[in-house]
């Protein structure tokens, strides 16, 4: 009797789990239309690792404006052609785009005379010269000058770019907001220790509007930056020289867009997007080698298995992000004029992605619950999906001008770990940080989202404008946009 209850009470779970499988798997491909035939092509052809590589090989760098910068736009357009999307185009801008020349900075104490490793952040002058003496202002934070008070005025800041010893809950601030308090607060130079070990040195923009700032700010390695300190814990009247010259002109760069029609509602857009420019410091194969090359095998996904989308999909890569969104931004303001805008549905970004496990939305009602319903349906195909679904708007990266203009975006959410946000703009984003198997699960999974969205029956709208103005007030943007000088209410 015992065994025969079993027998059957096992019969009767195999049933059960056998009715929820099959329940489960029909949900799935009813939400996710090719979703289990992308996973597979995602895996099984898969080439924006190999691509990468070929390019951090081949090219270096792909900073906007630069031979190199062209060379990557020339190479993403021919992996688009060889991925079999045969319509490729170049949307050509112009804008101010600052690029480095040379660096030069001398610490004299009461002992001697050395020279320090350095580089320069983005929008510092094309010229300039300043010798001063070090005044060591700690995080730079608000409170660290107020505590230094009136010595800063004519001298040389020393400051942290991350948060060392600053009590808990301390907020950090940009590099560029530091950079404005300071010189609100009379500094003529900068220096920027590295808060990464192993003589790391990092860029990026030290202005808050994308405006060329009036002295020279550079970064030193975190070593430098304690011998530094030492020095003047020795002598306190150490100077700095810190020389430089930069070119702030106007350069010629294009964004590369490869687009499949859709098929029933061509009218109607889906942009995945990313940036295919980077720094100069390595050859960016994190920042954003991991999104862009990863968007052209998903074009390439799509095309191996002839996927025939409602809406339109558009996969751009933009230029000049790094220098202020340049390519994103000319790209939304002629769409904006031209009223194309209006049937861009979606803005999916990817920068810095690397196997995600969810996705973070910000759009008006309805928005959030499209995307989880598309995540429930990954999770199901790939239970290592978690679907954590985040609803916070961010800055920086090449959603902002699309979101700016009420255009939902979202983003897949990935941790790639400390030794790669280490190299952040730095001279080690080099291809060795890169685990192909997290480029393959950004097609994967930003692919199944993309594909299910450009094929729901319908999706939710833009942001009205109260309703934008009203959420970037809630997520704490209103200042920081206002210092960008993107506040328009
Ligand atoms: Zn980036």
Redesign the pocket.
């Known amino acids: 009797m015992c065994t025969r209850q079993s027998t059957r009470r096992r019969i009767l779970g195999i049933l059960a789990i056998t009715t929820i499988c099959s329940h489960l798997a029909v949900d799935a491909s009813a939400q996710l239309p090719f979703g289990e035939a992308i996973d597979k092509e995602a895996k099984a052809g898969a080439k924006g690792y190999q691509w990468l590589f070929w390019s951090t090989e081949h090219i270096g760098h792909r900073l906007t404006g630069t031979v190199n910068g062209t060379k990557a736009e020339r190479a993403a357009d021919s992996l688009f052609r060889v991925a079999g999307i045969e319509q490729v185009s170049y949307f050509p801008f112009t804008a101010q785009a600052w690029q480095r020349r040379s660096v030069k900075l001398t610490i004299t104490d009461r002992d001697s005379a050395w020279t320090v490793n350095s580089v320069a952040l983005a929008h510092t002058p094309d010229s300039s010269r300043v010798k001063a003496q070090l005044v060591d202002v700690g995080n730079g934070l608000a409170a660290d000058l107020l505590r230094v008070g009136n010595t800063l005025r004519g001298r040389t800041a020393l400051m942290n770019l991350g948060l060392l010893q600053a009590p808990p809950g301390t907020h950090n601030l940009h590099r560029s907001e530091k950079t404005a308090l300071a010189i609100a607060a009379g500094a003529a130079s900068i220096l920027f220790v590295n808060n990464v070990e192993g003589h790391v040195l990092l860029t990026g923009t030290a202005s808050v509007d994308g405006h060329p700032i009036a002295i020279p700010v550079a970064c030193i390695s975190s070593e430098d930056g304690a011998l530094l300190r030492m020095a003047l814990a020795r002598d306190s009247s150490a100077t700095a020289d810190l020389s430089m010259t930069n070119s702030n002109a106007a350069v010629t760069a294009r964004n590369v867009i490869a687009e499949i029609k859709g098929s029933t509602k061509p009218e109607e857009v889906i942009i995945i997007g990313g940036?295919l420019d980077c720094w100069d410091l390595a050859s960016g194969a994190t920042?954003?080698g991991l999104g862009s090359f990863s968007i052209m095998d998903m074009a390439r996904c799509f095309r191996a298995l002839d996927l025939k989308p409602a809406r339109t999909i558009r996969f751009v890569l933009f230029m000049g992000?790094e220098q202020g969104l340049l390519g994103s931004t000319a790209y939304v303001e002629s769409m904006r004029k031209s009223g194309e805008l209006e049937n861009v549905k979606c803005m999916i970004n990817l920068?810095?992605t690397g196997g995600p496990f969810g996705f973070n939305v910000v759009g008006p009602m309805g928005w959030a619950e499209v995307v989880r319903g598309i995540g429930d349906g990954i999770a199901l195909i790939d239970t290592t999906f978690k679907n954590d679904l985040n609803q916070h708007a961010g800055l920086h990266?090449d959603h902002q001008p699309f979101m700016m203009q009420g255009v939902p975006v979202i983003a897949p959410m990935s941790d790639l770990g400390g030794h790669v946000y280490g190299c952040y703009h730095s001279s080690c984003d080099d291809i060795h940080l890169v685990d192909p198997r997290r480029m393959v699960d950004n097609v994967r999974f930003a692919g199944m989202l993309l594909f299910a969205l450009a094929n729901a029956d319908s999706l939710p709208g833009h942001f009205t404008d109260e309703a934008l103005r009203d959420r970037l007030q809630a997520d704490g943007l209103e200042e920081k946009l206002r210092l960008q000088k993107d506040w328009r209410w």
């Open positions: 940036h920042d954003n992000e920068d810095m990266s």
